[in-house]
């Protein structure tokens, strides 16, 4: 059974930093791509980044230039990097794996596995 499990979540200040990991593990996996989404209340569940097992990364656009994924293949671990955060940026992180893809997916109906969450909380 594939299981994911996210940490690295908690209360940070605005303008803080927070670096979010996820680790895969019960299944050998070869190629897959590692994604992050969030919820905030009330709203969808949304991409925020995503890397292939070749290092192709995608950002979304509203975090671009504060985010960044990589992932280690060999331990099967993603992490996301986040600067200069803002309250906008509270929601509940999920990491998510798709199976046997090489391109990088941004639907979450595209992930076949889901991590449990981890809050993020982002004071003014």
């Known amino acids: 059974q594939v299981r994911l499990v996210e940490s690295g979540g908690g209360l940070v200040q605005a303008g803080g930093s927070l670096r979010l990991s996820c680790e895969a593990s019960?299944?050998?996996?070869?190629?897959?791509?590692m994604g992050w989404f969030r919820q905030a209340p009330g709203k969808e569940r949304e991409f925020v980044a995503a890397?292939?097992?070749?290092?192709?990364?995608a950002v979304a656009d509203s975090v671009q230039d504060r985010f960044s994924i990589s992932r280690h293949n060999g331990k099967h671990t993603a992490w996301l990097q986040m600067d200069s955060l803002k309250p906008e940026d509270t929601a509940v992180y999920y990491c998510?794996?798709?199976?046997?893809?090489?391109?990088?997916?941004?639907?979450?109906?595209?992930?076949?596995?889901w991590g449990q969450g981890t809050q993020v909380t982002v004071s003014s």
């Open positions: 019960g299944q050998t996996f070869t190629r897959y791509v």
């Open positions: 998510a794996v798709e199976n046997l893809a090489a391109r990088i997916s941004y639907g979450s109906n595209r992930y076949d596995y």
């Open positions: 890397i292939s097992g070749s290092g192709n990364t």
